[in-house]
């Protein structure tokens, strides 16, 4: 009877690679025929594809109607979003595999392990703190996992495949969104001790930390996603937005200065080190306008989300008790108050990263 459970497994996964390829394009050309052996991931919910199930935390989504279009219909993953999320979209462009796994997944097979996994953990953050009030995995965590990722690869395949793997790989970090909305503008913790000014700087010299110890673990390839514009998800205008839910202007000036101080560690960093090729992502003005101007991008609603009422519902308030859930949420630049439908997630990956596979090569 076991072996027949694992079968049936086995079968409705390939049969979900299968209907995810034939519903998504191939990857794109690297130049020099270039081949990428695998995708790591580091971040939060954006690129959490389901590590928070197996971690004792609030913050999740495997239930309905999370994964209502994942593969064809109704398989929540842990995935924040109605199906794929920018991780296994990613994953796809560089010609890897079309899903990427969570790196928790107790199912995962030596193959999996080969071409790459997500260590990101939904609510985590640059600052600990924010991981911390979460209860999710942070950053410091993220890294010891993927150390012990290291290991496992090199008992596997023996040392010299392990390396070749780690300096040939392409590394994606997206994280710092929930440090703002969350931790910053949300709770007492931070703001009472920072302003905008000093937190932003507090978080570059975290994420410059990561990246330093990131590159000594063997990562060259490495493409760090700025902030988006918080202050236009659903949840914040209806947090923040007043009467008419309004963009917040707080936190999108955060982001706005953070991402200026990022990219300033990102350029330092690139020229301290010569081996790394360091990209930086922008996502916050592809966002901006896919929200100002949905209709542009086939879009028809961008200030709430497709889930219950779409004004604060995400995680467990997104849940299959959420009667009001639209039925084309292909219309809806977001799935719940937070976070976009897969066919938003797929625009913005087309618009932020088609244009720079270039540049990490």
Known sequence: ??????????????????????????????????????????????????????????????????????????QPTGRFSNGLVPSDIIASKFGVKKILPAYLDPNLQLQDLLTGVSFASGGAGYDPLTSKLASVISLSEQLNMFKEYKNKIKKAVGEKRMEMIITKSVYIVCIGSDDIANTYAQSPFRSAEYDIPSYTDLLASYASNFLQELYGLGGRRIGVIGMPNIGCVPSQRTIRGGIQRGCSDLENQAATLFNSKLVSQIEAFQHQFLEAKLVYLDIYNPLMDITQNPTKYGFEVSDRGCCGTGNIEVSVLCN??????????????????????????????????????????
């Open 1 to 74: 009877m076991k072996l027949l459970f694992q079968n049936q497994k086995l079968i409705c996964y390939l049969a979900t690679i299968l209907i995810i390829s034939l519903h998504y394009g191939d990857a794109l050309n690297l130049p020099n025929n270039e081949t990428v052996p695998a995708l790591i991931v580091f971040g939060d919910s954006v690129v959490d594809s389901g590590n928070n199930n197996y971690i004792n935390t609030i913050v999740k989504c495997n239930f309905e109607p999370y994964g209502r279009d994942f593969g064809g219909g109704n």
């Open 320 to 361: 299959h008790y959420s009667s009001d859930t639209c039925s084309n949420p292909s219309s809806y630049v977001f799935w719940d108050s937070y976070h976009p439908t897969q066919e938003a997630y797929n625009v913005l990956c087309s618009m932020v990263i088609d244009d720079k596979i270039k540049d990490f090569f």
